[in-house]
């Protein structure tokens, strides 16, 4: 089981969910929530993460606001209510406490997200490139013209996309994956046959859930975390 910490966020306050391995120490990787917010699924992750020996943290970017998985209506609007700026703050200010933490081993910090968090990893790897060497977005991304400088960033990319997503498109995770690829940025972006939007969240709140798919990508995941950030 892990523990809500606190760090600064650019001279104020932010919280989250830190999960540290019971061997004490690995590699530290930051964890982006899905539009629910800081819900069941992502503490899923972060204590799976632990268990396979890395030290996770999850920001809380709705400081405290969480909708329910049949929330959708909330989801959308905490979303879409959430100051970008204010979250960028806070996912910066975990980047810093995580890598500075005493069981933090290794040069460098991962950052995964899903959904709304899978943006928001992109967002995070082009703004934190002086430490963030490794990033793992799951079914999101960034589209339209409010888009980071993805020259900035240095980690090495490994997406994980779905086929059937009306959220984002698995088009438009292929442009994306030649943009990046076109700026210098190792990056592949992998569109999973015959999934739907968040065929790894184990709430399974959108009824698209792929156990037998994600028993397979996890140990891909945390093989390409060690041999990024150990």
């Known amino acids: 089981m892990g523990t809500t910490v606190t ?16 061997s004490g120490s690995g590699p530290g990787v930051i964890v982006v929530q899905e539009w629910w917010g800081l819900d069941s ?25 969480l909708a329910g998985h049949t929330e959708m209506d909330r989801a ?12 960028a703050r806070d996912m910066s200010g975990a980047v ?17 997200g899903f959904c709304m968090g899978g943006m928001l990893t992109f967002v995070l790897a082009a703004l934190r490139p002086d430490r963030v060497t490794a990033a793992v977005p799951f079914y999101g991304f960034p589209s339209g013209d409010d888009q980071p400088d993805y020259s900035k960033i240095t ?31 190792d990056a ?13 969240a184990t709430h399974n709140a959108l009824g698209t ?16 975390l060690r041999s990024q950030l150990c």
């Open 7 to 22: 760090f600064a966020s650019n001279g104020s306050q932010a919280s989250g969910y830190l999960a540290i391995p019971e």
């Open 41 to 65: 699924g992502i503490v899923d992750v972060c204590d799976d993460l632990a268990s396979h020996g890395f030290v996770a943290l999850a920001p809380d970017l709705y400081r405290g606001e």
């Open 76 to 87: 959308g609007e905490l979303m879409s209510s959430m100051p970008m700026d204010r979250a």
């Open 96 to 112: 810093d406490f995580l890598g500075d933490h005493v069981a933090t081993t290794g040069s460098g910090i991962g950052v995964m």
């Open 155 to 185: 980690a090495v990319i490994r997406g994980h996309m779905a086929e059937h997503d009306s959220f984002f498109s698995p088009e438009g995770a292929t442009e994306l994956e030649r943009r990046l690829r076109s700026a210098g940025v």
């Open 188 to 200: 592949t972006l992998t569109v999973h046959a015959g999934t739907g939007h968040a065929f790894m």
């Open 209 to 224: 859930r792929n156990a037998e798919l994600a028993a397979k990508i996890w140990p891909d995941v945390h093989e390409f």
